[in-house]
């Protein structure tokens, strides 16, 4: 005789207004504490158990019958002291993803993994480099927001899917997260960027959808010999797909689109790289056009490239400029904690 498998239990940030509801329908709780529930988890920028609008006695029950999907293994903190990295293990079954909180005077940022592991295997990138191992459920991917905001003095105004996975490999998922980071926890659809490299099915359902997020495309490289190097995806989805569905997704939501470009000295970064670039981009449609993220490239042990010098990056950039593309350079930070842009991985 078989037995039905135990019911999966509903994590803190999986769980739903219904479920909610039920659970403190059971315990005999007024419909009313479903509200301040949903705010204590939400709005309030403290952990359950500190959610004084609720008597102790609850928010102890609820602590124990709304478990964290994920647990601290370590917490490191930039010499900055304003970026902050979490290894988590998820309770479910101890994959390992990483979390980053970078922070400024007035607001602060929350760059999320929305995989454990990487299956796109760009060679430079940590988490490609470490393979794959699954996809993350809704909850796991809200209560790094959510864990993050508690952790920060400044309020959290955006969140970045730029962390460990590929987001639109698991769209799903990703996609519900947006929803309730959008609808649950107010975040302005424009403040949360969905990074892909180029997995062109989901750019175009991205284009159908309710909420105007911003899209950014790593693209490396303007050519699709180079760019099939540095992101083997490239092979199924070349340059000209991948920017022909990011002009549907710029002119469905009249969203300007990024594009990550990861600058590795003696690889990608050449003036004739730059010039090849602007002449990709420079009549990119969409509002503002195209605009550049020159990322100098983060030290990862499984490759062996270099980054690119300041120098070389403002010159790439001005290059850019000329053929009408806006460029910025970015300033990586949390590097000395391996928690800049390509660096994230698990550890154990």
Sequence with gaps: MSTAPAPKQVTRYGATRDDIASLLEVVGEPRYRVGQVWDA?????????????????????????????????????AHDRMTAKWLWACTADGAQVETVLMRSATRATVCVSSQAGCAMACTFCATGQAGFERHLEPG????????AAHASPSRVTNVVFMGMGEPL?????????????????????????????????????????RLPVT?????????????????PLNRRY?????LDAAAEFAGAH????????????GVNDSTADAEA???????????????VNL???????????????RGGLRHFAVVLCAHGVTATVRRNRGTDIAAACGQLRRRG
């Design 41 to 77: 988890l939400y709005s309030d920028r403290r952990p359950l158990i500190e959610a004084t609008a609720l008597p102790k006695a609850l928010r102890e029950r609820l602590d124990g019958a709304l478990p964290l999907a994920l647990h601290t293994l370590t917490e490191a903190v």
């Design 140 to 147: 796991e991917i809200v209560e790094q927001v959510v864990r």
């Design 169 to 209: 490999a698991n769209y799903e998922a990703v996609w519900s997260a947006v929803e309730r980071l959008h609808d649950d926890l107010g975040l302005s659809a424009r403040r949360i960027t969905v990074s892909t490299v180029g997995v062109v099915p989901g750019i175009r359902r991205l284009a159908r959808e």
């Design 215 to 231: 899209l950014a495309v790593s693209l490396h490289a303007a050519d699709d010999a180079r760019r099939s190097d540095l992101v």
């Design 238 to 242: 070349p340059v000209a797909e991948v």
């Design 254 to 265: 009249g969203r300007r689109v990024t594009f990550e470009y990861a600058c590795i000295a």
């Design 277 to 291: 670039l602007g002449r990709l981009l420079g009549g990119f449609p969409g509002a503002g056009g195209a605009h």
């Design 295 to 309: 990322i100098p490239l983060n030290p990862t042990d499984g490759f062996a490239g270099r980054a690119s010098g």
